[in-house]
């Protein structure tokens, strides 16, 4: 079974510009959750969506943002890039229900310059 | 607020000695623990979680409530056993949707 799959896996952006990343589940997965993880802060929580409609939130700015499709597929945006926003960003899937498990793709590096 | 602290940023071990990575934890509830560990160019992946009190690849990890701690031990290392390994929690018992991490403790098994 494909796992997670996060597109593209390196990227590169400006300042100011925006950028939008990927992330497929898990076939039959309906729950996606983003981490940000830096050497300074380490992983952190970002949003989670299933079906369609973001249900928790981190501390992030609303710079992040993010959606998922019908298909559970989810995508995470970030406008104005600053330089602190060069990270490796992780999605992780899972079941919805009791004694779920996340897995987590190969993750996207994010370099803003 | 909740949160994971894992002490040690580095850890080195020689192989076959017994290794514990520390983790404690802050949370007004009663949280659900895990370990989770990332292998060199590898996914992180979930290792072990406190509701299955299973030993996976020979490593345990008890949840000291008092203590509010969750170690992972293993009583002989070995070399395959180098990454980085996280602690993390989360709030709502039985969903991994929404962790908390610790920084993280890489571990290095010496021949």
Not at chain 1, 31 to 49: A, D, H, I, R
Not at chain 2, 47 to 56: A, C, P, Q, T, Y
Request: contains cysteine.
């Amino acid at each position: 079974k494909a796992g997670v799959t996060q597109t593209p896996r390196y990227l590169i952006k400006t300042r100011g510009q925006q950028v939008t990343l990927s992330c497929s589940p898990i076939s039959g997965h309906r729950s996606v959750s983003w981490y940000q993880q830096t050497p300074g802060q380490g992983l952190q929580f970002l949003f989670e969506y299933f079906s369609e409609t973001q249900r928790n939130k981190g501390n992030f700015p609303g710079r992040f943002s993010g959606r998922q499709f019908s298909n559970s597929r989810s995508e995470m945006n970030v406008s104005t890039l600053e330089l602190g926003d060069s990270a490796l960003y992780l999605c992780a899937s899972s079941f919805i229900g009791m004694n779920t498990e996340a897995f987590f793709g190969q993750g996207t590096r994010l370099t803003v310059v | 607020a909740q949160r994971v602290t894992q002490p040690e940023k580095l850890l080195s071990v020689f192989k076959g000695a017994p290794v514990e990575l520390k983790c404690n934890y802050s949370y007004s509830g009663s949280p659900e623990l895990f370990w989770y560990v990332q292998y060199s160019r590898q996914r992180l992946q979930l290792l072990l979680r406190h509701i299955s009190r299973e030993s996976i690849k020979g490593f345990t990890a008890d949840l000291n409530k008092g203590e509010t701690s969750f170690h992972l031990k293993k009583p002989f290392a070995q070399e395959e056993d180098s990454a980085m390994y996280y602690c993390a929690l989360v709030g709502t018992p039985g969903s991994a949707r929404q962790l908390t991490f610790g920084s993280g403790t890489q571990l290095t098994v010496l021949p």
